[in-house]
């Protein structure tokens, strides 16, 4: 099985960074991606990392060390309508993502 | 076309009714997902089609009854539902199992 831990709610300030962390234990690793989800929608794909290191993109980057079995989403210059679930997700043995439990993120002003 | 689109949007049903879940993609896509979410709750995998066969199935009650009547559409059909089944139902499409994972925006299901 598979357990991947990321915390319950973080806030943050409108302008600030926030780095959402997740931490896994599984066998087989593929690959991990996150999501981000706002209330009462799908979720939307935003990143996929399968190497070691950082993968940047625009506002957000994200970050996996394989060894450690750790992740985290790096937001950069938040916005308000960056309030949402940040859902990190561990592909292993059969190639089905598993989702973490999400983390809440507030951004107030 | 580069979404997943899903019929109805919400849905309200008894116990005794049989209903169904539509999800259509046009993005040739070869691997379709069925999600169930509770609120505050992280996506469940229900079922996983692949080229048009159902390759995963997580122990799901009989009462929900997938169906994939060719690669553009998945079907969930739904019969004898109980009040603890009302969620969001998330469709989903990839091209392959291990990557992105596009989906749509859900049907909120109630049972009374």
């Known amino acids: 099985g598979q357990n991947i831990d990321q915390p319950t709610e973080m806030t943050a300030t409108e302008g600030a960074i926030v780095q959402i962390n997740c931490t896994y234990q599984t066998s087989g690793f593929n690959g991990l991606f996150w999501y981000q989800q706002h209330a009462g929608e799908a979720p939307t794909f935003l990143s996929y990392?399968?190497?070691?290191g950082l993968e940047e993109k625009g506002r957000f980057s994200s970050f996996l060390s394989r060894s450690k079995g750790y992740s985290y989403l790096l937001l950069k210059e938040l916005q308000m309508k960056d309030s949402a679930s940040y859902l990190c997700a561990v592909s292993a043995g059969r190639y089905i993502p598993t989702f973490g439990r999400g983390t809440s993120l507030i951004v107030h002003p | 076309d580069t979404e997943v689109t899903q019929t109805p949007k919400h849905l309200v049903m008894g116990m005794t009714n049989k209903k169904s879940l539509k999800c259509e993609q046009h993005m040739g896509h070869r691997a379709m997902y069925w999600y169930k979410q509770k609120a505050k709750k992280p996506p469940e995998l229900m079922f996983v089609y692949s080229y048009e066969k159902l390759s995963i199935n997580e122990s799901v009650p009989s009462r929900f009854s997938p169906e994939c009547p060719n690669s553009s559409l998945l079907n969930l059909h739904l019969h004898a539902l109980q009040p603890e089944d009302s969620a969001l139902y998330l469709c989903?499409?990839?091209?392959?199992?291990?990557?992105?994972?596009?989906f749509g925006p859900g049907t909120r299901l109630t049972v009374l």
């Open positions: 989903a499409s990839s091209q392959d199992p291990d990557i992105e994972k596009f």
């Open positions: 990392n399968v190497l070691d």
